[in-house]
């Protein structure tokens, strides 16, 4: 539930800098190995290696956050529907093909099994190629 000072720099750039809140500067995310919730920590490393709490504030304005999923995702989802997203939950991709304009997507709504086309310059390669390979 840990998000980079970059990460909340490109959140900064679309609008969301006052929207998710961030960490305090002597506050050091770091990533933890445990055996259950409750148990005790098998192994812990730095959030982002290298990175020096005494840097905070010097090469970022930012700091860093540590929000869950569940509470990030609605600021998320706020901002792409004011942005004029159409947020398309419950669906999932069937297929898509590539055309003089862009991808063409079809994705199927789980509930009702609509399909939808969804034109698009691009699609993301890597995530193509995983699900495609």
């Known amino acids: 539930m840990g998000y980079t000072e970059r ?5 900064r750039a679309v609008g969301l800098g006052e929207d998710v809140p961030q960490i305090s500067p002597d506050v050091r995310l770091r990533r933890v190995i445990a055996h259950s919730l409750a148990g005790e ?3 812990e490393t730095d959030w982002t290696p290298g990175d ?5 504030g010097v090469l970022s304005p930012c700091t860093g956050a ?3 999923q569940d509470r990030l995702e609605p600021i998320l989802r706020r901002r792409a529907a004011a942005q004029g997203s159409t947020l398309m939950l419950g669906t999932e ?12 997507a079809e994705v199927r709504d789980r509930e009702s099994g609509a399909l939808t086309e ?3 310059d691009y699609l993301c390669r890597r995530w193509c190629h995983e699900r495609h390979s």
């Open 7 to 11: 990460t909340l720099e490109y959140f």
């Open 41 to 43: 920590w098998a192994q």
């Open 52 to 56: 020096a709490t005494d840097d905070r």
């Open 66 to 68: 540590a929000i869950a």
């Open 93 to 104: 991709l069937v297929s898509f093909r590539q055309d003089d304009q862009g991808v063409v």
């Open 118 to 120: 969804i034109s698009a």
